[in-house]
């Protein structure tokens, strides 16, 4: 009976790990959608961007892959955050290929990944 329960719990963990999105697993922003509420690392080319300074919140958008208003993926940097960037990143991030790691969520259609921290975004391969 203990070797049953033992080999269950197994495979429950074994479950688990293979239906998860780890942080590392690279996916592409039109796959992005597809694992909203896992964390997961997107990866693609920075296409457009815009700070929207006079919009509630301040976010800065920075649009994966497709530009405005085509988008598959945004990373949203809300506006109390932009100081810990060094430099703006709607510029500094323009037209550059990126990686943003966090929970996915979809907001109007579109996966998003709201950034607090710069180190949820490094230069992509």
């Known amino acids: 009976m203990r070797k049953l329960a033992f080999q269950l719990a197994i495979a429950a ?15 592409i922003p039109s796959e992005a959608a597809r694992y909203a509420g896992k964390k997961a690392t997107v990866c693609g080319q920075v296409t457009s ?3 929207a300074e006079d919009s509630k919140g301040r ?14 993926f945004n990373a949203v940097i809300p506006g ?4 810990k960037f060094s430099k703006p990143p709607e510029i500094n991030y323009a ?5 943003v790691t966090g929970t996915i ?3 109007r259609g579109v996966a998003e990944i709201v950034v ?4 949820q975004i490094t230069r992509g391969e």
């Not at 607090?116 to 180190?119: A, L, V, Y």
Request: proline fraction near 8%; charged fraction near 25%; include cysteine.
């Open 49 to 51: 961007t815009n700070y």
């Open 105 to 107: 969520n979809v907001s």
């Open 95 to 99: 037209g550059k290929k990126i990686c």
């Open 59 to 72: 976010p800065t958008y920075l649009n994966l892959d497709r530009a405005y208003p085509n988008q598959k």
């Open 116 to 119: 607090r921290d710069p180190s």
């Open 80 to 83: 109390e955050n932009r100081d």
């Open 13 to 27: 963990v074994l479950f688990i790990v293979a239906t998860s999105v780890p942080a590392q697993e690279r996916i």
